[in-house]
């Protein structure tokens, strides 16, 4: 039997240190523990980016533009009970400062510190290119 497809949409945020926001999954949600991109499901009569300046205002309280999300790559996992596809995008540009509004922890990442966090199997394959491009971004 086919299991369920589930977009959701995340964000590489990267502030002008050329670091990487990572938020933890907190204690009770699946893959607790594990860091990720912030970011969350698209809604029905969503489009991807407008669904991640609403999840990244309720999650961190950061407004965006949506002409600040620049789309990066994509992931494509299965999980046992369901798809995961996941359009990641790179935003520099926001305004407020990140209060995590769900308890979550977080923490801005060098590249070279990002094997240190552990994250989901989906966002895995995603690190090596982030890295490259946040290497890239403090090379200029």
């Known amino acids: 039997m086919p299991k369920p497809l589930v977009l959701v949409v995340a964000a590489a945020l990267v502030d002008a240190q050329g670091r990487l926001l990572l938020a ?10 594990l860091w990720e991109f912030p970011g ?6 969503e489009r991807p980016a407008q669904s991640l300046v609403r999840e990244l205002h309720e999650e ?3 407004v965006v533009e949506e002409g600040s999300l ?8 299965d999980y046992e009970k369901f798809h995961l596809l996941m359009p990641l995008y790179v935003c520099r540009r926001w305004q407020g400062e ?6 979550q922890r977080h923490a ?4 070279a510190d990002l094997g240190h966090y552990p994250v989901p199997p989906a966002d895995e394959p995603l690190m090596p290119r982030v ?10």
């Open 24 to 33: 933890e999954r907190p204690a009770g949600k699946s893959m607790a523990g």
């Open 40 to 45: 969350g499901k698209v809604e029905p009569g």
């Open 60 to 62: 961190l309280g950061l």
């Open 70 to 77: 620049e789309p990066f790559h994509f992931a494509s996992h």
């Open 98 to 103: 990140v209060v995590p509004q769900e308890g």
């Open 108 to 111: 801005w990442v060098w590249a």
């Open 131 to 140: 890295r490259a491009m946040l290497e890239a971004c403090a090379g200029m």
